[in-house]
């Protein structure tokens, strides 16, 4: 019960400091918003060419990664065209959803879907730079709230979706191999 107070009063006092800064600065500038968006994507690929133990093979990897971001991508640009919000800063219309949140939480989705099995701290690690974009586009006066969370509600169903399609469209082979003292059989399921 401490732990869950403890929780809740850090994460009320960091919504309170975000919102205090973002109602103070007005710039928007480079940030580490833009490096951190793509972490979890390079992180997929990465903890995959060091070997690390993941869900799908590498064909399967690719296609599932190539349409999640694709789906997430078409989706965001797509709604963002469609909805002419300002953004806190003044400075175009193109706020709602949040890019950046959407492109970083559907990264860290595939990164869930990828490595979740292999450890629990991979997709924490994935989500934990997702918020972290998330929040500073808040602090940065680029985003509100419901931008950023609708941005990261896009890029996990971009993922799902992503995941979804390429299973139905590239399933996995999967073969067995049966042995009887008079003969040895083969099955190989598509």
């Not at 492109?103 to 730079?129: D, M």
């Not at 979804?164 to 082979?173: D, E, Q, V, Y």
Request: proline fraction near 5%; include cysteine.
């Amino acid at each position: 019960m401490k732990t869950k107070r403890r929780l809740s009063t850090i994460l009320c006092a960091l919504l309170c400091f975000c919102h205090s800064v973002q109602a103070q600065k007005t710039f928007h500038g480079d940030g580490p918003d833009d490096v951190l968006r793509l972490t979890p994507w390079v992180a997929v690929f990465g903890l995959k060419l060091c070997g690390v133990e993941s869900r799908n093979d590498w064909p399967h990897l690719a296609a599932a990664t190539a349409a999640s971001g694709l789906f997430c991508v078409a989706s965001t640009y797509g709604v963002k065209s469609l909805v002419d919000k300002e953004r806190p800063d003044g400075t175009d219309n193109h706020s709602f959803p949040s890019g950046h949140a959407s492109i970083c939480f559907a990264g860290a989705h595939v990164l869930y879907k990828e490595y979740a099995k292999t450890s629990p701290w991979i997709p924490i690690a994935g989500y934990a730079v997702a918020v972290a974009t998330s929040v500073d586009r808040v602090c940065r006066n680029r985003h509100d709230w419901v931008d950023v969370a609708t941005g990261a509600a896009l890029g996990v169903a971009s993922a799902e979706l992503g995941y979804w399609l390429t299973g139905r469209i590239f399933p996995k082979s999967e073969a067995l191999v049966a042995f009887s003292p008079n003969a040895v059989s083969l099955s190989v399921c598509f």
